[in-house]
Nanobody
Framework: QVQLVESGGGLVQTGGSLRLSCAAS????????MGWFRQAPGKEREFVAA????????HYADSVKGRFTISRDNAKNAVYLQMNSLKPEDTAVYYC??????????????????WGQGTQVTVSS
């Protein structure tokens, strides 16, 4: 069984930064693509960023490109989301998810099989 636990959320002012972490259980973490999604109240869960199993070719939603950076540390079974220049519209619950085996990064949430419980990010104006 795979478990994903997010942390690092909180309340920040517009223009501020946060770094989200996702700790994963399982011995084969380094063979899977990973992604970050978010869900704001009353909205569908949307793609934010993803990274391939080998850390190459990260992929971002247009709304966060240039502000957010996804990275992974396979030695620590962790994936991170560095969020800079935060805006009120970034307010949401952020989820990490496991993608495909030996896969590149992709946006389709239906291709992610395990999800964390989420961490709240609130950006005040």
């Amino acid at each position: 069984q795979v478990q994903l636990v997010e942390s690092g959320g909180g309340l920040v002012q517009t223009g501020g930064s946060l770094r989200l972490s996702c700790a994963a259980s399982g011995r084969t973490f380094d063979r899977y693509a990973m992604g970050w999604f978010r869900q704001a109240p009353g909205k569908e869960r949307e793609f934010v960023a993803a990274i391939s199993w080998n850390g190459f070719n990260p992929h971002y939603a247009d709304s966060v490109k240039g502000r957010f950076t996804i990275s992974r540390d396979n030695a620590k079974n962790a994936v991170y989301l560095q969020m800079n220049s935060l805006k009120p519209e970034d307010t949401a619950v952020y989820y990490c998810a496991r993608g495909g085996f030996l896969s590149s990064a992709y946006e389709n949430r239906n291709q992610y099989d395990y999800w964390g419980q989420g961490t709240q990010v609130t950006v005040s104006s």
